[in-house]
C-alpha cells in the first residue's frame, strides 16, 4: 500500500426495496381515492343539501337562544325557522322574475361594453375582454336564465322539502350531536380544551357571517339603487354582484364594481363613469378603513384569500348558494384553526415570577451547611500512639 492519505471509503449506494406489503398499501390508497370521489359525484347534491341545510341551522341557533330566554325553546324554533321562510321564500319568489329578466338585458349590454373597451384601449383588445365576459355573461345565463329556471323547476320543491325537513332535525338536535361528539373525549382536561375551541369558533366565525351579511344587504341596496338612477342596464343584478362579492375584504367591492364599469361603457356621459368610481372606491375605502378593523376585532380576521377560494370553489360546485355556503364552511374551518390555542407561546406576562418564599426554598444551601463536621487531627497523636 503506497501513499499517506487514508484509504478511500466504498460509496454508499441507497437501496430501495419495494415489498409486496407496500405494493398493496399504494394500490388500496389510490382504490380507496377513485372510490372515494365517486362516491362524491354520484352524491353531490345530497352532500350540497346537507352543508346547505347544516350552515342554515348554525346561523338560526344565535336567533333561536336569543329568543329562548324570553319564550320556550319550542315556541322560539316555530317562531325563528317560519321567519327564515318567509323573509328569505318571499324575497326570492319576488326577485326571481327581476333577476331573469335583467340577467337577459345583461347578454347584450355586458358584451357590447367589452366590445367598446376592446375598440377604445388596445390593453382590453390583448386582455381580450369581449371573449372573457362572453363567456362570463354565459355562465351566468345558465345559472339564472330562463332555461335554467326551467330545468330547475321540476325539482324545486323536493329539494326544498328535503333541505328544510334537514334543517328543522339540526336546529333540534343539532347541539345534541355535537355535546355528544365532544363526551366522547376521555380526558377531562382535554374535552374542556376541546370545547372553548368549538364554542368559540362557532360564536366568532356565525357573528363574522351574520355582519358580512348585513354589510351585503346594504351595499345591494345603495349600488341598486344609484345603478338604477344611472340608468344602467339590470341595476339590481348589478347591486347584487356588488354586494356579494363586496363580502371579501379589502377588494371585494371593486372586483364587483367592474361589471357595473363594463356596462356604462357605452353610455356617452362621463358624468356616469365619475359617479360609479366614486361610489366604489368610496365603499371599498369603508369598507377597508372602518369597517373591517371593527368586524376583526370582534369576531375573527379572515383575509381576502379564504373568502375568494370558498366563493370560487363553492360557485364551480353549487353555483350562487354553493358560493354563499362554501364559504361559511370555510370561513368556520378557519375560525377553529385561530382558536386552537399554540401551546409553544410563551405568555405575554412572561414566565411566571416565584415567591419569596419559593425563591428562598430553590437557593443551594451555604457550603458550610453540608459539610460533615470531623474533628481536627494532629500529626503524631493517632489512635493507638501512647508516649
Not at 410563551?346 to 443551594?364: F, N, R, T, V
Request: with cysteine.
Amino acid at each position: 500500500m503506497t501513499g499517506d492519505g487514508p484509504p478511500p471509503q466504498p460509496e454508499k449506494v441507497l437501496q430501495v426495496k419495494v415489498s409486496v406489503g407496500s405494493t398493496l398499501l399504494v394500490i388500496g390508497a389510490v382504490a380507496a381515492a377513485i372510490t372515494l370521489l365517486n362516491m362524491f359525484h354520484a352524491a353531490q347534491r345530497q352532500i350540497g343539501w346537507l352543508i346547505a341545510a347544516s350552515v342554515v341551522a348554525w346561523l338560526l341557533s344565535w336567533i333561536i337562544s336569543l329568543l329562548d330566554r324570553v319564550v320556550p325553546r319550542g315556541l322560539a324554533v316555530l317562531a325563528t325557522v317560519l321567519a327564515f321562510v318567509v323573509l328569505v321564500g318571499g324575497g326570492w319568489v319576488g326577485v326571481r322574475a327581476t333577476i331573469q329578466s335583467e340577467v337577459a338585458r345583461l347578454r347584450t349590454a355586458l358584451p357590447a361594453g367589452a366590445s367598446d373597451l376592446e375598440q377604445r384601449y388596445h390593453t382590453a383588445a390583448d386582455f381580450h375582454l369581449a371573449e372573457r365576459i362572453q363567456s362570463f355573461v354565459n355562465t351566468l345565463d345558465d345559472r339564472f336564465g330562463t332555461q335554467a329556471q326551467v330545468t330547475a323547476a321540476a325539482g324545486t320543491a323536493s329539494t326544498y322539502i328535503v333541505a328544510g325537513v334537514l334543517m328543522l332535525f339540526l336546529v333540534g338536535y343539532g347541539p345534541r350531536f355535537v355535546s355528544g361528539s365532544l363526551r366522547q373525549i376521555g380526558d377531562p382536561v382535554r374535552r374542556e380544551s376541546v370545547s372553548k375551541v368549538v364554542y368559540r369558533a362557532s360564536s366568532t366565525a356565525r357573528a363574522y357571517l351574520l355582519l358580512t351579511l348585513l354589510q351585503a344587504v346594504a351595499i345591494t341596496a345603495l349600488c341598486s339603487l344609484v345603478f338604477y338612477l344611472l340608468d344602467l342596464p339590470a341595476p339590481f343584478v348589478l347591486g347584487l354582484l356588488v354586494g356579494w362579492l363586496g363580502a371579501i375584504p379589502y377588494l371585494g367591492i371593486i372586483l364587483g364594481g367592474l361589471a357595473p364599469l363594463i356596462a356604462a361603457a357605452t353610455d356617452p356621459h362621463e358624468f356616469t363613469y365619475i359617479v360609479l368610481v366614486v361610489l366604489l372606491v368610496g365603499l371599498q375605502t369603508v369598507e377597508a378603513v372602518v369597517i373591517r378593523p371593527r368586524v376583526d376585532n370582534r369576531t375573527v380576521r379572515v383575509g381576502p384569500a379564504v373568502m375568494l377560494i370558498g366563493t370560487l370553489i363553492g360557485f364551480e360546485l353549487y353555483g350562487i348558494g354553493g358560493a354563499i355556503y362554501g364559504t361559511a364552511v370555510l370561513v368556520l374551518l378557519w375560525a377553529v384553526l385561530l382558536a386552537v390555542p399554540d401551546r409553544s407561546a410563551i405568555p405575554a406576562s412572561g414566565p411566571p415570577q416565584l415567591s419569596s418564599a419559593d425563591a428562598k426554598q430553590l437557593e443551594p444551601p451555604p457550603p458550610h451547611a453540608t459539610e460533615t463536621h470531623r474533628p481536627e487531627v494532629v500529626p503524631g497523636h493517632l489512635a493507638g500512639d501512647e508516649h
